[in-house]
């Protein structure tokens, strides 16, 4: 009898241990290298207004994807462009600030709603379009180098991603987020698309 109670106690614990792993998800969008992004940071960057986006496919075609896909694929982008950029030798001493200071001067007075509207982005917040516009300045960076270094980088660079399936999905190989959320095209209310920018 003894056993049994005991069995059934480690069963219970099991159990509960179960339930508290699942509790940790919840409420959780992805972790990007370590770095947890809730449902309500994926929420932050958005406002009443925000519109799908045109996301362009391997084979030329494009298929609309949410804008809480979309604000995860930027996250990811970010912080991969700059992993990317660490492990290319030439500018691996690149910090934050001096990409941020490099945006600054390309936006030559103009502000990063102004800019990102340009490109088809409408209804998300002014720190995401910041993001989405930094993502963009260490692409810049990054073309100026040798494709030979890029290629090094993509092959050496540690980079753990998981995505919850609302958002879609990452491939570790090819270091490629796909987004989950499409809609179908009668649903996109947008005057301008505006495709998804990667690192690479």
């Known amino acids: 009898m003894?056993?049994?109670?005991?069995?059934?106690?480690?069963?219970?614990?099991?159990?509960?241990?179960?339930?508290?792993?699942?509790?940790?998800?919840?409420?959780?969008?992805?972790?990007?290298?370590?770095?947890?992004?809730?449902?309500?940071?994926?929420?932050?960057?958005?406002?009443?207004?925000?519109?799908?986006?045109?996301?362009?496919?391997?084979?030329?075609?494009?298929?609309?994807?949410?804008?809480?896909?979309?604000?995860?694929?930027?996250?990811?982008?970010?912080?991969?462009?700059?992993?990317?950029?660490?492990?290319?030798?030439?500018?691996?001493?690149?910090?934050?600030?001096?990409?941020?200071?490099?945006?600054?001067?390309?936006?030559?007075?103009?502000?990063?709603?102004?800019?990102?509207?340009?490109l088809g982005l409408h209804g998300y917040t002014d720190a995401f379009y910041q993001i989405v516009l930094r993502v963009q300045e260490i692409s810049g960076v990054l073309r100026q180098q040798s494709s030979a270094a890029v290629q090094k980088a993509l092959s050496t660079v540690h980079f753990p991603v998981s995505v919850s399936p609302r958002y879609g999905s990452w491939d570790g190989k090819q270091l490629r987020f796909t987004s989950g959320v499409t809609l179908p095209s009668y649903l996109d209310l947008q005057s301008g698309a505006a495709t998804q920018q990667g690192a690479s």
């Open 2 to 118: 003894r056993v049994r109670t005991l069995g059934a106690a480690a069963a219970a614990l099991l159990a509960l241990t179960g339930l508290a792993a699942c509790k940790t998800n919840i409420g959780q969008a992805a972790v990007i290298d370590g770095h947890r992004v809730s449902e309500s940071d994926v929420s932050h960057y958005l406002t009443p207004d925000a519109q799908p986006v045109s996301e362009q496919q391997q084979d030329g075609t494009s298929v609309q994807i949410s804008a809480r896909s979309f604000v995860v694929s930027q996250l990811i982008n970010e912080r991969l462009a700059f992993a990317i950029l660490q492990a290319v030798p030439a500018v691996s001493n690149v910090t934050p600030a001096q990409i941020d200071a490099q945006l600054q001067s390309d936006l030559a007075g103009k502000t990063p709603r102004a800019v990102a509207e340009t």
